[in-house]
């Protein structure tokens, strides 16, 4: 990284992101039924303190004050998500009255000048749906494509920018495989099946969509690592970075880039669950790794931190940074998300550290953009649709929050950003996760990764200094 003044090209969008479970609360009004993190939400255990996102930070009555104070941050466009199950309540026919919040939201986002960039799902599947099978089931793939058709048709007039997934490792992995997301299911086969579904339902919605308006700039979200092994020159370091550079990134890049699945995951798959790994093959039906590779618009990249790995055991390490609130208190971690990863260990490098625990490490975004933009998606315009920071802020008298740190994360990932444009990536925006402090998983309300501040008693907000640091950035185009 260089110190000199990085500016921006015309055109680069700065904004930031939410997802609707996140924030919007009014989880059964206006028709809305129950997703899966309802119900998961409930479970005994599953979520610290056993918090909802019934109320959250209330956004679905407040949407109008929290749109003011993006104009007021300078923002150009906000990243949300629509609810399945507000669009189509238990995954079944449309809801007026739930689709015309997002009618609402979107004319209020617009009259703003903020460009409206939207995704369908991020991880709110419709119980009603779970309890058919969720996406271990292929019917959920049909259903997902109607309900994208939904929200088109509501919003398709004015909204440009539509992304299918949010992060599908995590709607597959981290929670049908590790069971610390909802729906809390624990099996390898499960969630093999899941991603492979999600990817399905990705493409047949891209097809969908682009077909009825060829227009549209259409993408998904994928959250990427960079894999380093503790010692190149250790066959076994070097196979514990392969291993979770395969089963985190190659595991959605290969067939939605090259339409193949990687066959050394698979193959390390296979060697731990035989079973899980000929089911799955079933499942994969003739054209659907075509579908998948349906040729895309755009790719956003969510980048948190890195891995440095190693095959020898660390002291005093236990679990993978990637645990989504094993060590958070959650006791529902039974496995790892990682199928076939028993001999990989984390190495704790003395890099600053989030309130997630998870590394502070700008230059892995620079590194996991020049490798999408050369080896993956040449080409394509690439987002960095979320990067932000967990830490235990305080609210001052006088309604101040000095979060220097998370202030200094983003400006640190700004210029990280910048470093891949220099190079000649073609990255166009960057959104910061998120706008609101919200609900984290499960993790409940204890972790706040906002640039502005809620008070979950008053839904009082406050711009964070983070937030100010931001908007100058956004203000002068250049960090
Ligand atoms: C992303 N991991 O989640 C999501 O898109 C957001 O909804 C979430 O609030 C944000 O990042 C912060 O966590 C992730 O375990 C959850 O590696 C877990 C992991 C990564 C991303």
Redesign the pocket.
């Known amino acids: 990284m260089n110190s000199s003044i990085r500016r921006f090209p015309d055109g680069f969008l700065f904004g930031a992101a939410t997802?609707a479970y996140?924030i919007e609360g009014a989880a059964f009004e206006d028709g809305r039924t129950a997703s899966i993190w309802d119900a998961f939400a409930r479970v005994p255990g599953a979520v610290q303190n056993g918090e909802t996102g019934d109320v959250a930070c209330d956004h679905y009555h407040r949407y109008r004050d929290d749109v003011r104070l993006m104009g007021e941050l300078g923002l150009q466009t906000y990243r949300f998500s629509t609810s399945w199950a507000r669009v189509r309540p238990d995954g079944g026919p449309a809801n007026p009255a739930g689709l015309a919040f997002y009618d609402r939201l979107v004319d209020e986002l617009l009259a703003g000048g903020i460009v409206p960039w939207l995704t369908l799902y991020?991880w709110d599947l419709p119980h009603a749906l779970e309890e058919t099978g969720g996406w271990t089931s292929r019917d959920t793939v049909d259903r997902f494509v109607e309900y994208a058709l939904s929200v088109h048709d509501a919003l398709g007039d004015r909204v440009t920018h539509w992304t299918t997934l949010?992060?599908p490792w995590?709607s597959s992995f981290?929670s049908y495989t590790a069971g610390v997301h909802a729906p809390g299911r624990t099996s390898v086969e499960d969630g093999i099946l899941a991603a492979h579904h999600l990817l399905l339902g990705h493409g047949r919605a891209i097809r969908a969509l682009r077909e009825r308006d060829p227009g549209l700039d259409l993408g998904i979200t994928l959250?990427l690592t960079v894999a380093d092994p503790a010692d190149a020159r250790d066959p076994d370091d070097a196979d514990a970075a392969r291993r979770i550079d395969g089963q985190f990134n190659r595991w959605f890049l290969d067939p939605l880039f090259r339409g193949e699945y990687p066959a050394d995951v698979v193959d390390d798959i296979r060697a731990v669950d035989p079973l899980a790994v000929r089911r799955w093959a079933d499942a994969v039906q003739d054209g659907d790794l075509e579908t998948i590779a349906t040729p895309l618009d755009c790719l956003g990249i969510?980048y948190?931190h890195g891995e440095l790995l190693s095959g020898t055991p660390q002291p005093g390490a236990e679990g993978t940074?990637?645990?989504?609130g094993a060590d958070g208190g959650n006791a529902r971690l039974t496995r790892s998300p990682f199928p076939a990863a028993d001999d990989v260990h984390w190495v704790e490098r003395g890099l600053p550290r989030t309130g997630?625990d998870w590394e502070v490490q700008p230059e892995g975004l620079t590194r996991v953009l020049r490798r999408i933009g050369t080896e993956y998606a040449p080409g394509i315009p690439l987002y960095v649709t979320?990067n932000g920071a967990a830490y235990d802020d305080v609210a001052e008298a006088g309604g101040v929050v000095h979060d220097a740190e998370r202030a200094m994360f983003l400006r640190e990932h700004i210029a990280a950003t910048h470093d891949a444009i220099e190079e000649g990536v073609d990255v166009r925006g960057y959104f910061a996760?998120?706008l609101l402090d919200n609900y984290?998983?499960s993790f409940g309300y204890g972790k706040r990764?906002g640039i502005v501040r809620v008070d979950y008693d008053t839904q009082r907000r406050i711009v964070k200094d983070s937030g100010r640091e931001y908007a100058r950035i956004i203000a002068a185009r250049a960090v």
């Open positions: 997802a996140q991020h949010n992060e995590c981290l959250n969510n948190y940074p990637h645990d989504g997630m979320e996760w998120s984290e998983w990764f």
